[in-house]
């Protein structure tokens, strides 16, 4: 009986970590053919002419113009034009596989796109013509996003986790390896000095963990360098405070606790009344903007207490009082929802 349950968690298991996988991975796919398509119709409807390509630009005008080197730098790693006389102009890399479609749909004055297997991986390949009886446009742009993040989600499904880098601190609540449980299989932990600031029980379960194997301490150590590959994180090279000698660790993913420093950025130039970087607001969370309301820390507020309960309580008041302001008959109470159930 026992077994026969845990088979049938495992195959559950197995079966949402498929499904997780090809969701995210055609959520990707997605969002890459969409960004893809945009770019395309930018490339062709303002770069190509403010470059000076005609629409009834000759091959040579083409090639002379320069145009695929400035569609090179904004991406693809290949581009090429297909004439109505089979002549082709190209740059980059564009060994890729076009399937008929592909052609079809451009030709029908839609900008198409498609995913294939060129030698350097996945790539997307976008196709567009200009003007309707123009050249037909293709764009190979690589796809190493979908792959790497695909992996990622891939190794958690399937228990393996990934490798994770804690720079400057402990995760709240203690050991890192257990707040990452869900995700990571191996967590180095590093900090600039030997001294953590953290709640001493926080400290005291995260060495009692690194006693016991679960995860790597490393201080005084501080991360020099972080690379990427396809939009993922592949390896930090972290150094010795006291000998500046380098380390480099590969690893998918690295958490960042190195503090904050608050910056309206844009925000300034709203008129907004401002004191020492933090919105005033009266005890409503209303600016001085009407209609424009502030919580949380960014909120100047008469006594400070920067707790999540705080900012939770501010948010639920500049809702309320923000949907009054939207529709005056609105409660600024909207009351409890224990007894709205039922209702
Ligand atoms: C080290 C530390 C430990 C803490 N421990 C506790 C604790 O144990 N218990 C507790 O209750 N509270 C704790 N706090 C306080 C608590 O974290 C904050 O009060 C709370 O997170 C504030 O929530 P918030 O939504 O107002 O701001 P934040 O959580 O800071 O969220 C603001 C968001 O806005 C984004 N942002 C910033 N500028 C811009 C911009 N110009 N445009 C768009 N987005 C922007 C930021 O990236 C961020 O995601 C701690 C704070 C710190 C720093």
């Known amino acids: 009986m026992l077994w026969a349950l845990l088979g049938t968690l495992a195959l559950t298991l197995t079966f949402v970590g498929i499904v997780t996988v090809v969701l995210v991975d055609r959520s990707l796919r997605n969002r890459l053919a ?12 303002v770069l190509a002419p403010a470059a000076g390509v005609s629409a009834g630009a000759t091959p040579e005008e083409v090639a002379e113009s320069g145009i695929l080197d400035r569609f090179l730098d904004r991406g693809p ?9 089979g002549e082709r102009v190209s740059a980059g890399d564009t060994r890729v596989d076009v399937a008929a479609g592909l052609e079809q749909i451009a030709r029908s004055g839609e900008i198409g796109y498609q995913f294939t297997e060129d030698p350097g991986g996945l790539a997307l390949v976008t196709a567009a013509r200009m003007p309707p009886d123009g050249p037909l446009y293709y764009f190979v742009t690589p796809a190493t996003l979908v792959v790497e993040t695909t992996r990622q989600v891939a190794l958690v499904a399937a228990g393996a986790g990934l490798v994770a880098l804690v720079a400057g601190g402990l995760l709240a609540g203690g050991s890192s390896r257990r707040m990452l449980a869900p995700v990571a299989a191996e967590v180095t932990v590093i900090h600039r000095r030997d001294q953590f600031r953290a709640h001493a029980a926080s400290v005291r379960e995260m060495r009692e963990a690194a006693a016991r194997g679960e995860e790597s301490v490393r201080t005084p150590y501080e991360v020099r360098e972080i690379e990427g590959e396809g939009g993922c994180v592949r390896a930090a090279t972290i150094f010795d405070n006291d000998t500046d000698e380098d380390e480099r660790l590969e690893v998918d993913a690295v958490i960042a606790l190195l503090g904050f420093k608050p910056d309206l950025g844009p925000i300034k130039s709203w008129g907004l009344t401002v004191n020492k970087n933090r919105i005033v607001v009266n005890q409503l969370m209303e600016t001085n903007v009407p209609g424009v309301f502030a919580a949380g820390d960014i909120a100047a507020v008469a006594v400070k207490m920067n707790l999540i309960a705080t900012c939770y309580g501010q948010a639920a008041l500049a809702v309320n009082v923000a949907k009054n302001y939207i529709d005056p008959r609105a409660s600024i109470f909207p009351g409890h929802s224990s007894e709205k159930m039922g209702q």
């Open 77 to 85: 790693t290949g581009v090429w034009v297909e004439f109505a006389g």
């Open 34 to 45: 969409g960004e893809a398509v945009a770019i395309t119709e930018f490339n062709l409807a």
